[in-house]
């Protein structure tokens, strides 16, 4: 039997996330069983202008409660409708009306109440209907999820919703036929474009001329800020090529402009280079041959190729936008002469001038028309000290350090491509030998600037502790952040050499990294300490158990796990349980559920009695617990969004107007005494949490800080701040 055919509205509004949702649940159980085709544009085509369709015997389904029910009937297996249940599916038909009559206004009055009665119902109960997912489930959560009201508060005030909607709508965002339908689109239009689309490259580039044991790559960075993902792209790409063609690469600091420039990010960003395995066993500096550039540029002075010029920096970039030449163009050898020992001097006039290279005006190419190649700059230089008065540009440098220092190979991100124009035009005006270039695609991160200039700004408006601040893209932002050195290179070199220009998302990067720690990070438990329920258990004793710290490896040797009449629960599960339920209390066994207090909506107290023999796989809830004991620490768990609102920062885009206005999250916690022995830098899972990895070790006033890993799952990288998606 052919599957049928679910239809969707790509950019429709509202979105058919439900409905997308049920169809994934439905072909997790049976396979194929329904086929999605994604059609672009608002609406589909036809009298109804819906946002989905179904064809079935003829006849067409286009709302999204009609399309569910189908679907479930359909496929009876997954157990989302069951009309031979007139109760169930009596409620269940109640709820999609709910859905339909309810949530599809945009009257935010009527919608605050209708969020009210939601949280009131959910109160005790874990699903809409019974005790499993169904169609009012997913109906109802996409109903939410595509309302820009809901959407707002939720990111914004969630506590407006109540805590039992909120929480029943986080559970549903993290199921995997949720996580479906939120990605869904994406994904396809990923796989419509590929391969040009795919974030995976090759490094198959053929590099000409090209001899085994001859090539030389050079990575070049400015000494002025610190080493981040974009050139750690760089730094293993000719690190690679180097090591393919059993060649060499060097480390050169472009140290050229003393004003940005300091030892300090120097040295960092050789630690980093280290950290990624790219030593800097070849080291040097632009700086190392400013005698040689200065004579070039006398050279090319005295052969007319540069000349002079002070004109302002206003006129001089209306007059290259309208390639209008500069009235300095045609000034004698001698007057440029005279003008650059004044430059060099550092003197009233000099300062007036920079230096350029006499190319093309005319050029469609900008970068051609006579771009500037020395300018005065009276700072002190880290290394030079006071000896220079100017300074050579990157246009001008690079090309001739390439070339004197033996690089046969240039590698670079195509946002240079313009300028190798330029390039080989330095080359061939002085005479050098040639070098290839190379350009591949640098990687532009969503939601990510790489800007050092924007990232300073962060720094010093104290938006950020620094540039090892775990919501910078640095190397050391994203290692504290809990990214493994392994899953950075592995994912860099999934990159390749492609020249692919992507606006890359981050939940890859941090599933490749979820694969790499989850074998090996240790198993602890905590629970938050707002709200934290004691609950006091029946015919336990207080004991001390040595259980694996991971179930699947034990290599990793075995935790002391404290039990006793006394433990602590989270709010939030306390609130699903139900008097005279059974729950599975991880690592422990079976209990009862013989009482519940409570003050308001909040659960003060429960009476648990022990039911050890039970079986654990009819419970529905496995809940983490923790003894109140001694054992019991205080800790501080963190967790991040991403610095800016904005998915793609466009070039006219003012960093100011994008900030994030909460981007960081703390919560007070208390976990197992077995995380007292842990080092700074140790990744570690807390059950049903998450990863963690230890920041800081407590101290006398500070508990320890643990900064949560982002697990790459699509419903997880989401930015909390951002609530149109």
Not at 5 to 23: C, E, N, R
Request: with cysteine.
């Amino acid at each position: 039997m052919s599957p049928i055919k679910l239809v969707v509205a790509s950019k429709a509004s509202p979105f058919s996330y439900g409905v997308l949702a049920v169809t994934a649940q439905i072909n997790s159980i049976k396979k194929n069983a329904i086929e999605v085709e994604f059609r672009d544009g608002k609406i589909l085509e036809g009298p109804s202008k819906s946002a989905a369709s179904v064809t079935y015997n003829g006849e067409t389904y286009e709302t999204t409660n009609a399309i569910a029910r189908l679907l479930a009937r359909l496929n009876p297996e997954a157990n989302l409708y069951n009309p031979e249940d007139p109760i169930s599916s009596t409620l269940i038909d109640q709820w999609l009306d709910f859905a339909e009559s309810k949530l599809s206004t945009s009257d935010f009055k009527a919608l605050d109440a209708v969020y009210k009665e939601l949280n009131k119902y959910l109160t005790l109960r874990s699903y809409i209907v019974g005790y499993q997912v169904t169609l009012a489930d997913f109906v109802i959560w996409g109903a939410l999820r595509s309302s820009p009201v809901f959407a707002r508060i939720v990111k914004t005030k969630p506590e407006n919703l109540g805590v039992y909607l909120v929480r029943w709508y986080e559970y549903i965002t993290s199921l995997s036929a949720a996580e479906y339908a939120l990605t869904a689109v994406q994904k396809q239009e990923k796989s419509s474009k590929a391969p040009k689309a795919a974030d995976q490259g090759k490094f198959d580039i053929g590099l000409t001329e090209a001899e085994m044991g001859k090539v030389c790559t050079r990575f070049p960075p400015e000494p002025s800020g610190y080493l981040h993902i974009g050139h750690a792209k760089a730094a293993l790409l000719n690190q690679y090529f180097a090591d393919t063609y059993k060649g060499k690469m060097i480390i050169r600091f472009d140290d050229t402009n003393p004003t940005k420039e300091k030892t300090e990010f120097e040295e960092s960003i050789k630690e980093d280079l280290a950290l990624i395995g790219v030593p800097s066993n070849v080291v040097s500096h632009t700086s190392d041959y400013f005698d040689q550039m200065y004579d070039l540029a006398i050279k090319m002075i005295k052969e007319g190729k540069a000349y002079c010029d002070d004109t302002d920096q206003a006129t001089m970039r209306e007059q290259r936008t309208s390639r209008t030449p500069s009235k300095c163009r045609d000034n004698s050898v001698e007057e440029n002469l005279r003008r650059f020992q004044e430059m060099t001097k550092g003197s009233k006039e000099g300062l007036q001038n920079c230096l350029r290279a006499k190319i093309d005006y005319a050029s469609l190419n900008g970068t051609m028309r006579d771009p500037v190649i020395y300018r005065c700059n009276l700072t002190p230089h880290h290394y030079t000290g006071d000896k220079w008065k100017v300074y050579p540009t990157y246009d001008f440098a690079c090309p001739i350090v390439d070339s004197i220092e033996g690089v046969t190979h240039a590698l670079r991100t195509n946002e240079y491509r313009d300028r190798n124009a330029q390039y080989y035009w330095m080359l061939e005006a002085l005479g050098l030998r040639k070098v290839t270039i190379w350009d591949f695609s640098r990687m532009n991160f969503v939601y990510t600037l790489l800007s050092k200039r924007k990232l300073q700004w962060f720094v010093d408006n104290k938006f950020v502790s620094g540039w090892d601040d775990p919501r910078f893209p640095t190397v050391r932002g994203i290692r504290r952040r809990g990214l493994t050195i392994e899953a950075l290179k592995q994912y860099i070199l999934m990159q390749g050499a492609s020249q692919n220009v992507l606006l890359l998302e981050w939940d890859k990067l941090w599933a490749l990294n979820r694969k790499i720690i989850d074998p090996i990070a240790p198993r602890y438990t905590s629970v938050l300490k707002e709200g934290a329920v004691v609950c006091n258990v029946q015919g336990a004793t207080s004991e001390v158990k040595e259980v694996p710290v991971h179930k699947k490896n034990p290599d990793l040797g075995n935790k002391k796990t404290h039990y006793g009449p006394k433990i602590y629960l989270d709010q939030e599960d306390a609130k699903t349980l139900e008097e005279n339920e059974e729950i599975t209390l991880m690592d422990w066994g079976n209990m009862f559920v013989r009482k519940i207090v409570k003050n308001g909506d909040e659960v003060t107290s429960i009476d648990l009695e022990t039911h050890l023999e039970g079986d654990f796989k009819k419970t529905k809830k496995k809940l983490t617990w923790l003894a109140a004991d001694e054992d019991a620490t205080e800790i501080l768990l963190l967790d991040y969004d991403y610095l800016i609102t904005k998915k793609k920062v466009e070039d006219g885009d003012d960093v100011k107007d994008l900030v994030t206005p909460v981007s960081e999250f703390k919560f007070a916690a208390l976990a197992d005494g077995n995380t007292k022995k842990l080092k700074t830098g140790d990744i570690i899972q807390f059950e049903r949490k998450g990863y963690f990895i230890l920041d800081a070790p407590a101290t006398d006033s500070e508990p320890a800080h643990f900064i949560r890993i982002p697990d790459g799952k699509a419903a997880n990288m989401a930015s909390k701040a951002d609530a149109s998606k």
